[in-house]
């Protein structure tokens, strides 16, 4: 028997952001807010109700919303993939045009996250996530892994995309391992081209790329369930012989219901 709604946790997602585009053919003028679905689909998998957080700013927002009153509301947040951060978010200038990222998009999840936070409700940040995470702490990125960390792996294929896997090591001791028991090497999907050059403090690395030391998952050691991985577990299937994420996804969802208050009978 199925579980009632109110009985299933409620888990929001961050949205990707399209701006006006008049070479696009639909809403050229306008904003778009979205989610990618294998995302919401993932969150779906364990049993969870998603639910997109728009930006309750913008010049066609109105009324008080804030992001407050979702994490109030919501029992955990996931950190959606996407583009690039703005340099700028960890006190940088980009190297390169192409390398200038999204800072509305930034300033609205960290602030968002910020929230959820604050709530003590748990965050998990999927590839741009994880490094949201880290630069929303304090921590710093590679605005380019194959140009300032040049023996690196090929960490992002656009052909290739979320078929381009490389070998993960999973950290001894760490709460991913322990999740995850067994072997530790595993196999993920990498699309990504930047990555973490200095960890936020009260962070640990849970995981890496054994080949370049790239660094590949993440957790706060204090406070609230913060954690992020800098693969797709939402593009992961067994019949590529990758990691099963599914202990991951059933821990995140643990910490968010353990976060409800219970009801006074």
Not at 36 to 53: N, T, Y
Not at 200 to 221: C, K, L, W, Y
Request: some cysteine; glycine content about 10%; aromatic content about 10%.
């Amino acid at each position: 028997m199925s579980p009632a709604s109110s009985d299933r946790p409620k888990i929001g997602v961050s949205a990707c952001f399209f701006y006006p585009d008049p070479a696009r053919t639909a809403f050229s003028k306008k904003t778009l807010q979205y989610v990618e679905q294998s995302v919401p689909h993932w969150v779906m998998s364990g049993g969870a109700l998603p639910v997109m957080i728009p930006s309750p700013t913008g010049e066609t927002a109105r009324g008080d919303i804030s992001f407050a009153d979702y994490a109030q509301w919501l029992d955990g947040l996931v950190l959606h993939g996407g583009a690039d951060l703005w340099p700028g978010s960890y006190g940088e200038t980009p190297l390169k045009d192409a390398w200038k990222g999204d800072r509305n998009r930034d300033e609205y999840e960290i602030a968002l996250m910020r929230a959820f936070v604050d709530a003590g409700k748990p965050v998990f940040g999927i590839c741009r996530g994880l490094q949201l995470i880290n630069v929303g702490f304090g921590g710093s990125l590679y605005q380019d892994v194959g140009t300032q960390h040049p023996e690196s792996l090929k960490h992002r294929d656009a052909e290739a995309y979320d078929l381009n896997f490389h070998p993960v090591e999973l950290v001894p001791g760490s709460r991913l391992a322990q999740l995850l028991p067994g072997e530790n090497r595993h196999t993920i999907n990498s699309v990504h081209h930047q990555g973490i050059k200095k960890l936020a403090q009260d962070f640990v690395v849970e995981a890496v790329s054994p080949d370049d030391g790239m660094i590949e998952a993440i957790r706060h050691t204090g406070g609230p369930w913060v954690a992020g991985v800098q693969w797709h577990p939402e593009f992961h299937k067994s019949e590529h012989g990758t990691l099963d994420d599914a202990p991951i996804l059933a821990d995140f969802l643990a910490a968010a219901l353990a976060t409800r208050v219970p009801r006074t009978p």
